[in-house]
């Protein structure tokens, strides 16, 4: 794995390509099993399943809130009484083709959400200079392991790295849960660390969590010291993981394909 750092530059296509470069999704999968890694983005017959409603909807929300000089650009909104049996779909496609097109009540959503979150003063602040998702390139020092982020924003002037999540419950204590059950404590340190390591300086990272629906409230999150070390103990498992397997070229699946033994929860013995 030859030394390489590229910082704040090329497109979203030229970010998912390289594979030879493992970032937080690769190491979501890492951390289920290194097969799951070699399946999704190893394996030459791999056929990429096409988005689902929530990942357009979630990218609609974040070009809107992050980029949103570019969203009619990227999207458009299907008006209600469109007949998508008659030729005027057909024509509406072709006119708008190369777009995203999404409905007239995702795409309203997806600016009452970006009013919201640019009405909140943390969150303004944050999102007020910088760059939106421009991908960062670099070296592990430890592993060798080349290794790549893609930030949704960074602010330059307070030196923060800034992330945009969409949720139903933007409370502390569900936003703490989702924080250990979506690994966002291993995005924060991996995301700060790899900054570094490209040259980026980072004093912080802040999550702005939005709600889906009405109200659309926001709240900005920062970790705290112990939660990001535990997130930086994790990612560093993975990237061994991920450094063996490249060298051995062994994909395995759960437990290296050992046998394991196996007890039933806690709670399943309860009323014994």
């Not at 750092?5 to 030879?20: P, V």
């Not at 330059?156 to 924080?179: C, M, Q, W, Y």
Request: with cysteine; glycine share 6%.
């Amino acid at each position: 794995m030859e030394e390489e750092s590229k910082t704040l530059q090329g497109t979203n296509e030229q970010y998912h390509a390289d594979t030879d470069y493992i970032g937080k999704s690769g190491l979501d999968l890492i951390n289920c099993s290194p097969l799951h890694y070699w399946e999704r983005y190893l394996n030459p017959n791999h056929v990429r399943e096409p988005e689902t409603p929530a990942q357009i909807f979630g990218s609609l929300v974040h070009c809107a809130v992050l980029e949103h000089e570019k969203l009619e650009r990227r999207y458009v909104s299907i008006p209600e009484e469109m007949n998508k049996r008659k030729t005027e779909w057909k024509d509406f496609q072709t006119e708008h083709e190369g777009k995203r097109l999404v409905t007239a009540e995702q795409y309203a959503t997806a600016l009452a959400i970006r009013e919201a979150v640019h009405s909140h003063p943390k969150a303004s602040l944050l999102l007020g200079e910088g760059v939106a998702e421009k991908a960062m390139w670099a070296n592990d020092p430890v592993t060798g392991v080349l290794v790549k982020t893609k930030p949704d924003f960074y602010n330059p002037k307070l030196e923060f790295l800034v992330d945009l999540k969409t949720t139903i419950n933007a409370g502390a204590e569900k936003f703490a849960r989702d924080s250990f059950n979506y690994r966002y404590h291993v995005q924060d340190a991996f995301y700060t660390d790899v900054a570094g390591w490209a040259g980026v300086p980072v004093k912080g990272f802040a999550f702005i969590a939005v709600e889906k629906e009405p109200p659309f409230a926001v709240a900005v999150y920062v970790l705290d010291d112990d939660s990001r070390e535990v997130g930086r103990i994790t990612y560093r498992t993975d990237l061994n993981t991920y450094a063996e397997c490249y060298k051995t070229q062994n994909w395995h699946g759960y437990h290296k394909n050992d046998i394991v033994g196996l007890r039933l929860p806690n709670w399943a013995f309860r009323n014994l």
